[in-house]
Structure formats: C-alpha cells, structure tokens
C-alpha cells in the first residue's frame, strides 16, 4: 500500500521554528515530485510547496517563500518541511503529498498522509 | 495567477443528483486539469476525479466530472447519492485549489 506519515507538528510561539518530516512507503519515493499543502482550522486547502524528484527545482506559495525550506532525502524516502519566523497564520493541518501527473498539462495530489497539526501560539 | 470559485454548501436527498461547480476567473478551464478531492470530517482529502472526468480505482461510477468551456467552469456530479457522501469536496488545478463545498445530504 502507497503510505504517507507525517510527523513533527506541535505547539510553537510566535517566530518560533519547526520541522515536519514525512515517511513515504510503498511506492518507489525517488520517482515523484512531492508536496506540502495546509489546511487551517475550519478553512479550504492551501497548496505549500513542491519538490522535484531529485530536489533540484523547489516552489513555494507566496506566503512562505523565503521562511520555509521543502527538502527531501530519497535514501531515507523521507520528506522534509522546515518552518521558521512562523506567524499565528501558520497554524493549520500540514499534509504532505504524492504528485501525480504531468507539469504542463496538469498535477495532482494524491495520496495524502493523515496530516500533522502545526499550532503557532504565545 | 488565477482562482476557483466553489459554492458554499448543496444539499440534497439519498438517490438524487448533485452537480458541484468549480468556476475559474481568468486563463481558460481547458489550460490545466482538474481534478476533484472529497474530504470527509477528521480525515485527510481523498481523490475522486482526476484529468478532468477519470474516476481512480474503488471510487464508484456514480462520481464523474466534466468541463464545459464555455462557462469556464468544471464540475462534478454524484448521481444515486448515499448519505456516506457527505463531505467536503475541493476542486484542485494546477497548485490552486477551490474553497471547498460542504455537500449535506439529508
């Protein structure tokens, strides 16, 4: 079975830092883009940020670009999100993300892991 | 850049059709695929349209999805409706996803 694992979520003040890690198995991890997308309380789905197969391209979404770092390691089939100068905005549901498709025509997400929690508060 | 607008919320009965719309403000609904995720309380999105109207293994015919250029818009219709398919559903293309609508069905 394709599996997504996230962890590393938690409370953390104000220009705090954190990083989440996701476990990929079943698949053959060193093959896919991968992604990060959050979900505030109670809000809609908000794409994060990409990586390419071998971790030489990276995007971001507006809001994060240049507080957050996507990484990945493929010997560890291991995705990594790390988070700093967080804001009380960043608090939300982190998933993590299998990329399905092609770039110019159009991507997807799926599966998705089960989420880890991230909540930025004083 | 562009955005996806969703209705708030539909409801409907067990064994009727819902028809969700996914509208896209500027660039042309043809530009990229969409795809269609159903998130259930407490759990993580799901697919269950990809590629425009391609339904995944184990999601029921009784999903499929559409584009109609010339509302630029997609949508996504569930016929024969369960009460199980209360959720949210969030239409996806590209890194922009719509608000999500909360389809009660009641």
């Known amino acids: 079975d394709v599996q997504l694992v996230e962890s590393g979520g938690g409370l953390v003040q104000p220009g705090g830092s954190l990083r989440l890690s996701c476990a990929a198995s079943g698949f053959t991890f060193k093959s896919f883009w991968m992604s990060w997308v959050r979900q505030a309380p109670g809000k809609g789905l908000e794409w994060v940020a990409n990586?390419?197969?071998?971790?030489?391209?990276?995007y971001y979404v507006d809001s994060v670009r240049g507080r957050f770092t996507i990484s990945r390691d493929n010997a560890r089939n291991s995705l990594y999100l790390q988070m700093n100068s967080l804001s009380v905005e960043d608090t939300a549901i982190y998933y993590c993300?299998?990329?399905?498709?092609?770039?110019?025509?159009?991507?997807?997400?799926?599966?998705w892991g089960q989420g880890t929690l991230v909540t930025v508060s004083s | 850049n562009f955005m996806l607008a969703q209705p708030h919320s539909v409801s409907e009965s067990p064994g009727k059709t819902v028809t969700i719309s996914c509208t896209r403000n500027s660039g042309s609904i043809a530009s990229n695929n969409v795809q269609w995720y159903q998130q259930r309380p407490g759990s993580a999105p799901t697919i269950v349209i990809f590629e425009d109207n391609q339904r995944p293994s184990g999601v029921p015919d009784r999903f499929s999805g559409s584009i109609d250029n010339s509302s630029n818009s997609a949508s996504l219709t569930i016929s024969g409706l369960k009460t199980e398919d209360e959720a949210d559903y969030y239409c996806q293309s590209s890194e922009e996803f719509g608000g999500g609508t909360k389809l009660t069905v009641l």
């Open positions: 990586i390419k197969q071998d971790g030489s391209e990276k």
């Open positions: 993300a299998r990329v399905l498709g092609a770039w110019i025509t159009g991507r997807w997400f799926d599966p």
